[in-house]
């Protein structure tokens, strides 16, 4: 099987939808051989950050001298980016392998089980991971969460360490109407006498939550500071990067202290220093400066928000935006426009996209009378946004992850699920 074999396999299983229940992921995993037994695990659940504070774990860990993994979603361009071993992703061939592991044990799983109580991409995925994890004999999987926690396919860990990032309203079809409902559905994956690290500034009903719930299960709570200090030099970009890296040297020093480790301030620091999240208010481009970050949500444009004026210093920002059809777009809007000279919109590749007149009339509803232009290529609209921007000003693309993904996917390639 070939990385293209393994993902045309993968984007069969999307037709068939998500399904919620950890049964079929223990078959799945007992049919493999149970490899998420030979691992330690830090779990990573939350709204926003995820995938920021998994590689920020993953990194300090590594220069603690342990082999580390890191599993994330979603991707931008192909499923492999998902899978890394040792701050790399896997090899294509690699990935397609425990993919084909993957797909023959599911088969097993799927003779016995009734129509439509198949092994879903997501739960393919994950299995395939962990096994490609356990045959790379890391000592250790930092993983993010799909959706949710309690009935998530990542749920069938054991987690030294588990980490809530925040709690915000998103995809309350599933998990519930309030931050209490999500909180609960999210604080599931804390397993007894462990610990749980939350972040400084969590939703108040969420940190009520995460007390009762460390209480509950004798675990150890730890709320990580707001900032990991003035003199710590971080690569990645922004105040909510700041935030994220205190809760993955809190993360990093729970599970060190747990296996019998110190915490080595040289090793965060070097962690600080070198690692980079692709998507999350990455520069990929010059006069202007362009900027790309995949928030999709309204506390993902807010912390966006917050981070960009010192980086756009008075320069005249115009904004490339794309949004899905199920995001609170009025709240997204309301924390991104009031910093944007102009706002050139576009479409995702992705059938939940919003129309792009839809989205160009809400911004004009919010009160925004700056230039509105709609382009309906992904890339032809950015750089239509760096135009409007000049050479001296800043372009920005963000509301979705799919619009960042068809922006780096190589020319006239094909979607790769997200």
Known sequence: MSLQDAERLLLSLELFGMRFGLDRM????????????????????????????????????????????????????TFAERVRVDDADVSGPEFAAAVQRAAAAAAKVDRTAEPDDHVTQFELLTAAAFDLFARAEVDVVVVEAGLGGRFDATNVLKSDVSVLTNVGLEHTRWLGPTVTAIATEKLDVLEPDTTLIIGADLHPDALALAQQTAQDRHARLVVAPADPGAGMEILARGAFQRRNFTLAIEAARAYLTATGRPLDDTAVVAAAASTLVPGRFEVIDTAPDTVIDGAHNPGGLAALAEALPEFVDGRRLVACLAVLDDKDTSGMLNAILPLCDGVVITRAQSPRALPPATLASLCRQHGFTGPVEIVGEARAALQQARRMAGPDGVALATGSIYLIADLLRPAGAARSTL
């Open 26 to 77: 223990r078959r799945l995993l007992t049919a493999l051989g149970s490899p998420q037994e030979r691992f330690g695990a830090v779990h990573v659940v939350g709204t926003n950050g995820k995938s920021s504070t998994v590689r920020m774990t993953a990194a300090i860990l590594r220069r603690h001298g342990l082999r580390v993994g890191a599993y994330l979603s979603p991707h931008l361009v």
